[in-house]
Antibody
């Protein structure tokens, strides 16, 4: 079974840091772009960042640029999100998501169950 | 980057047909994918590409596109289809993904 399992969420004060992890299984991790998508309480989905198959390219939503860093270790089938200088508005469930390629498009076909990050004083 | 606009909510009688739309802010050739999220659960992919369904997704779900508007249609809505539905697209220029604001579907 193709699976993504997130971990590392928790409670942190504003300005603090947290590192999320995502473990992949059931598919060849290194063949896929992977994204982080978050959902604030009672709100919609927001794409946060993604990383190319070999880790050579990273992209971020403007609101996290300079604070969050996405990375991967293909030898360990793992994805990470280092979150620094956290703000209250970063409070959300964070999902690890696989992006699969079609012809001139991508779609997100495997989702983890998510890990919850709460930023509060 | 582009924005995707969805109606906040729609309702449909059990067994009837409902269409959800997703409008892009600029004319272009694009594909959206559609995601269903039931309360308390992670999203799942229901439609991608021109009109493809992952295995396990019922054929009452279908997708279409006209100009800068994509649509998800549920033909013969069931009680279990009550959920939030999001469209998403990836900007090929910037490799950024964007989600619509979501549409809450209520099955009456």
């Amino acid at each position: 079974e193709e699976q993504l399992v997130e971990s590392g969420g928790g409670f942190v004060q504003p300005g603090g840091s947290l590192r999320l992890s995502c473990a992949a299984s059931g598919f060849t991790f290194s063949r896929y772009w992977i994204s982080w998508v978050r959902q604030a309480p009672g709100k919609g989905l927001e794409w946060v960042a993604n990383i190319k198959r070999d880790g050579g390219e990273e992209y971020y939503v403007d609101s996290v640029k300079g604070r969050f860093t996405i990375s991967r270790d293909n030898a360990k089938d793992s994805l990470y999100l280092q979150m620094n200088n956290l703000r209250a508005e970063d409070t959300a469930i964070y999902y690890c998501v696989r992006e699969s390629p079609g012809s001139y498009y991508y779609y997100m076909d495997v989702w983890g169950k998510g890990t919850t990050v709460t930023v509060s004083s | 980057s582009s924005e995707l606009t969805q109606d906040p909510a729609v309702s449909v009688a059990l067994g009837q047909t409902v269409t959800i739309t997703c409008q892009r802010d600029r004319l272009s050739t694009f594909f959206v994918s559609w995601y269903q999220q039931r309360p308390g659960q992670a999203p799942i992919l229901v439609i991608y590409g021109r009109n493809d369904r992952p295995s396990g997704i019922p054929d009452r779900f279908s997708g279409s596109r006209s100009g800068n508007t994509a649509s998800l249609t549920i033909t013969g809505a069931q009680a279990e289809d009550e959920a939030d539905y999001y469209c998403s697209s990836r900007d090929s220029s910037y490799n950024h993904n964007v989600f619509g604001s979501g549409t809450k579907v209520t099955v009456l």
